[in-house]
């Protein structure tokens, strides 16, 4: 049954059209962060479970990362007025995801309820992100995920990560309550949501920066197990798939994979049950591009 838990997933945003910079902006407010449990013995966990992984793992660190906690979509309601989506989020750290999202009573963190925001209001819920990268020879880049890391070892992906608040000076909510702070810090975490999976894609891949086109928002999924939210992008490298093969060989990030693969819709079709459900969640977004592009 987590087996197939594990492949689920939810589409929480979807973008078919795919939004350029401009048409995504972020609401970064502390009335996103994670509220606390009630129970504090299911609270007291959170330090219980991290203590045991540090344990076991002394490279483990506990960074802050950006907690997902919904969106405002304006679809625009004339030919003029381009459709644009609002990302709301929180701040949390690594140590809470592990506590809540990934922890073995992942389940008795969610509140019953169809409003996503509620459900999810006691997990950790850091936004990652996901590249959908399309080589200049029409193949889309899928990693094999590394035996050694913590989440779905030798599983398929889709290159990504995190956009990080430290990238952006936010270690904290304080120093952001003014009203020209507010909008400031605003534009840079949403500037950081284009900026930190084009990183992903260059340290994972090891294709150079100026290979790559700008990156275009198609939405966000989420796994049903453990409620692991995920925003994808669609970009275009100019490089061909013999030539990014080369490059992924000497690539920053590369002990976080085995093997790159470069496929094809229907290859990628018959990876996606070794897909983490998060990342399949990615393929019926791209899917959803795809098709719009067709149609139109």
């Not at 679809?75 to 644009?84: E, I, T």
């Not at 006691?122 to 990652?128: A, K, V």
């Not at 020209?180 to 150079?208: L, W, Y």
Request: aromatic residues 10%; charged residues 20%.
């Amino acid at each position: 049954m987590e087996e197939k838990i594990g492949h689920g997933f939810k589409l929480l945003i979807s973008c078919p059209s795919g939004l350029s910079p401009s048409q995504v902006s972020v609401v970064f407010d502390e009335a996103y962060d994670r509220i606390t449990h009630p129970d504090p013995t299911l609270e007291l966990s959170i330090s219980e479970i991290w203590d045991a992984r540090v344990q076991q793992s002394s490279s483990l660190y506990n960074g802050t990362k950006f907690r997902y906690s919904g969106y405002n979509f304006d679809v625009g309601n004339n030919s003029k007025q381009q459709p644009h989506v609002s990302l709301h989020l929180g701040l949390t750290d690594y140590r809470t995801f592990v506590g809540t999202n990934l922890s073995p009573m992942w389940e008795r963190f969610l509140v019953p309820s169809e409003d996503e925001r509620i459900q999810c209001q006691h997990t950790s819920s850091p936004l990652g992100n996901g590249a959908v990268v399309e080589t200049s020879d029409k193949r889309i880049l899928v990693l094999q995920r590394s035996n050694k890391v913590g989440e779905f070892p030798g599983y398929f992906v889709f290159p990504g990560g995190h956009p990080e608040p430290q990238e952006v000076g936010i270690i904290s909510h304080e120093g952001f309550e003014e009203l020209n702070q507010c909008h400031t810090i605003n534009s840079k975490v949403s500037q950081e949501m284009f900026d930190s999976i084009v990183r992903e894609v260059v340290e994972e891949i090891g294709a150079p920066a100026d290979s790559l086109s700008s990156p275009i928002f198609i939405g966000v999924s989420r796994r049903i197990l453990n409620v692991r939210p995920t925003a994808f992008f669609f970009i275009k490298c100019n490089l061909q798939s013999d030539e990014i093969q080369q490059l992924y060989s000497s690539a920053q990030d590369g002990f976080e994979s085995t093997k790159l693969y470069t496929v094809s819709m229907n290859d990628l079709e018959n990876m996606a049950s070794k897909m983490p459900g998060c990342h399949r969640g990615g393929l019926a977004l791209y899917k959803l591009m795809v098709q719009g592009t067709s149609d139109g």
